[in-house]
Nanobody
């Protein structure tokens, strides 16, 4: 089992920034992928960004150039720096951990972009 604890969500004005963190604990494999997905009201959950322990990164087109994902492998922690936030970024953001065939989700943290 892997436990994921997220932090850093909140309310921010358009154009502002937030930084999300997610710490993993439990049965962590040395090679894994961690990342962030989000789900807005009435929409399906979608990929935001992922990063492997080897440093391979994947971003959704909608966040490229604005969001930066990073990780500290020694702390089993992944970060999402979100800049130039837009109202359409409003969603519950979920941390994700995977090592095939296992996958785990965090409880989610709300990000609201509004003036």
């Amino acid at each position: 089992q892997v436990q994921l604890v997220e932090s850093g969500g909140g309310l921010v004005q358009p154009g502002g920034s937030l930084r999300l963190s997610c710490a993993a604990s439990g049965s962590i494999f040395s090679f894994n992928a961690m990342g962030w997905y989000r789900q807005a009201p009435g929409k399906q959950r979608e990929l935001v960004a992922t990063i492997t322990t080897g440093g391979s990164i994947n971003y959704a087109d909608s966040v490229k150039g604005r969001f930066t994902i990073s990780r500290d492998n020694a702390k089993n922690t992944v970060y999402l720096q979100m800049n130039s936030l837009k109202p359409e970024d409003t969603a519950v953001y979920y941390c994700h951990y995977s090592h095939y065939p296992w996958a785990y989700w965090g409880q989610g943290t709300q990000v609201t972009v509004s003036s």
